[in-house]
């Protein structure tokens, strides 16, 4: 009876939750938004019986960073240990909505539970972030209770025995998550994970009224801005190349889903003309800005250096990058009235992102990882991450134009977007949902994902002193990867 009781009380104060949320106030320049994610910030807003410690990626060694609240660096520490229970510790990447909503919800969640969230965030690559959650896996550590994982990362996870199945306590209203972003959280038939964000690319252009190149060609041609640096984000953009040039050629999907076979045909008549188009795209990206335009070179960029980049561009730029990005460049000044965003240019596939929830199958606290999982994934949290976040919500009901009212959260006036252009957002997002494709599901894409960037580096270095690899070369080490086993180019 006590216990029933007890799961009724957490459910009342779980839809409590729900209806006050509240967070962080969104307003800050744009300069100290990418400067806090840049410094590796690790927060801990408390260390008391249920915690989370966010745990992600050093990009030089991993050493836990520990603060007492939001702002400040308590201490340096290892990592957590597994004796008494401090609270529930989860794997994450930095936050990198406008007004942290991410950490407004965990906020949220000490306010309610009665005990306390630790948010540790140590990084921003998802490389890194994967290794060291692996590592503690294949460790079968009892360090992380709850995952964030890329989507590719859930088959990886489940395939080894690390995660728990998803129970239907964990998991608010199934029916209201997108099929994409649900069918990530699933390997062989079985829920591993919740979605809780999903992502599709979009294409920046800066200048009030300008035209959005209107086919791949255009765009290629147009010098567009990718994320071409060693780490997932050269796989997101090679890939949408590769696709949209196979689908040009009317020929079978490679490379997508379950589709993990690659043929010569495919590396000679896709692969290769579509990362020569990823080639072409950066070698007129650096013509113009050898004529004034970008300064920044895409192979030393990722996702916010290429928005910086793009704030300080002349009219014109094309960028290509997520949809968080259309908050944060409407909070910036300098270029808030002075850009379009669109889906990709036709045939306008591009890859699916996004991150999922897990429990760890390690866990002492399942049942507490669980809740939270239901927290963080439901409709009311899922809502709040995409109009005041700017995250694309993995739920129907949660893709609305309604403006950030979120207590504590609220934006000022001339960083909300006008109900035109919120509009008009929604409409492309939705768009370039349709037409986004998982990256190739199988436990060993970290090795894939690995070769495969080698494998792109190879042609867009290539030239009369290092050929391009040949087609039976790249089929041999992507099909290698695939099967876990070492490839190179």
Same mark, same amino acid.
């Given at each position: 009876?006590? =216990?029933?009781?007890?799961?009724g009380?957490?459910?009342?104060g779980?839809?409590?939750?729900h ?11 744009? %300069?100290?938004?990418? %400067? ?5 910030? *690790? ?11 966010v745990?992600s990626?050093v ?15 308590? +201490?340096?520490?290892?990592?957590l #240990?597994? #004796?008494?229970?401090?609270?529930? *510790?989860?794997?994450v ?31 921003? !690559?998802?490389?890194?972030?994967? +290794?060291?959650?692996a &590592?503690?896996?294949?460790a079968?550590s ?15 996870? /489940?395939? =080894?025995?690390?995660?728990e199945?998803?129970? $239907? ?9 997108f ?6 959280g699933?390997?062989?038939? !079985? ?15 800066? =200048?009030? #009224?300008?035209?959005?190149?209107g ?6 041609? &147009?010098?567009?801005a ?10 997101v953009?090679?890939?949408?190349a *590769? ?13 997508? #889903? ?11 008549? +896709? ?23 970008? /300064? ?9 250096? $290429? ?8 009219? =014109? ?10 908050r944060?460049?409407?909070?910036d000044?300098? @270029? ?5 965003? $669109? ?5 306008g ?5 996004? %991150?999922?929830? /897990?429990?760890?199958a ?6 507490e990882?669980g ?7 439901g409709k009311?949290?899922e ?7 700017g995250y ?11 403006p ?33 494709h ?20 190879? @042609? ?9 690899? +040949? ?5 041999? /080490?992507l ?5 876990g ?5």
């Amino acid at each position: 009876m006590l =216990g029933r009781a007890r799961q009724g009380d957490r459910r009342r104060g779980r839809r409590a939750v729900h209806r006050r949320i509240g967070g962080h106030r969104g307003r800050r320049g744009r %300069q100290d938004h990418l %400067q806090r994610h840049r410094e590796h910030a *690790v927060m801990t807003i408390s260390r008391r019986t249920l915690a989370v410690a966010v745990a992600s990626l050093v990009a030089v060694a991993p050493t836990w960073l520990v603060m007492d609240r939001v702002a400040g660096v308590r +201490s340096a520490e290892p990592g957590l #240990g597994c #004796g008494e229970h401090n609270g529930l *510790v989860i794997g994450v990447d930095s936050d990198v909505s406008l007004g942290f909503q991410r950490r407004g919800l965990l906020k949220l969640w000490n306010q309610w539970h009665g005990s306390k969230v630790t948010l540790m965030e140590v990084g921003l !690559k998802v490389d890194q972030q994967r +290794s060291q959650l692996a &590592a503690a896996a294949q460790a079968r550590s009892c360090l992380y209770d709850v995952l964030i994982l890329d989507t590719p990362g859930t088959a990886e996870f /489940a395939e =080894g025995g690390h995660l728990e199945p998803i129970k $239907s306590t964990w998991m608010e209203d199934p029916d209201d998550f997108f099929d994409p972003p649900r069918e990530s959280g699933k390997w062989q038939g !079985k829920q591993y994970a919740v979605p809780w964000t999903t992502d599709a690319g979009l294409l920046y252009v800066k =200048g009030k #009224g300008k035209a959005v190149p209107g086919s791949w060609e255009a765009l290629v041609n &147009a010098g567009y801005a990718t994320q071409l640096v060693d780490y997932e984000g050269l796989t997101v953009n090679a890939l949408d190349a *590769v696709w949209n040039r196979n689908e040009q050629q009317r020929r079978p999907p490679v490379l997508m #889903g379950t589709d993990t076979k690659v043929t010569v045909d495919d590396a000679r008549e +896709s692969i290769l003309p579509g990362l020569r188009d990823l080639k072409a795209g950066l070698e007129h990206q650096r013509a113009r800005a050898g004529a004034g335009g970008m /300064a920044k070179d895409p192979r030393t960029s990722d996702e916010l250096d $290429s928005i910086e980049m793009f704030a300080q561009a002349p009219d =014109g730029t094309v960028m290509r990058n997520w949809p968080f990005v259309f908050r944060s460049l409407f909070a910036d000044p300098r @270029v808030r009235d002075r850009f379009e965003v $669109s889906r990709l240019p036709a045939p306008g596939l591009s890859v699916l992102g996004g %991150q999922n929830l /897990a429990v760890s199958a390690y866990s002492r606290h399942k049942e507490e990882a669980g809740e939270l999982v239901y927290f963080l994934t439901g409709k009311t949290s899922e809502n709040r991450l995409f109009v005041c976040g700017g995250y694309p919500p993995t739920r129907k009901s949660a893709l609305n134009d309604n403006p950030c009212q979120e207590q504590g959260a609220r934006l000022e006036p001339e960083e909300q977007p006008t109900p035109e252009r919120r509009n008009k957002f929604i409409v492309e997002l939705k768009a370039a949902m349709e037409k986004a494709h998982p990256r190739p599901i199988t436990p060993h894409y970290s090795q894939f994902s690995e070769t495969f960037r080698g494998c792109a580096d190879a @042609v867009l270095d290539s030239g009369p002193d290092a050929p391009e690899p +040949s087609p039976e070369k790249l089929a041999e /080490a992507l099909n290698a990867s695939l099967r876990g086993e070492h490839g190179s180019c």
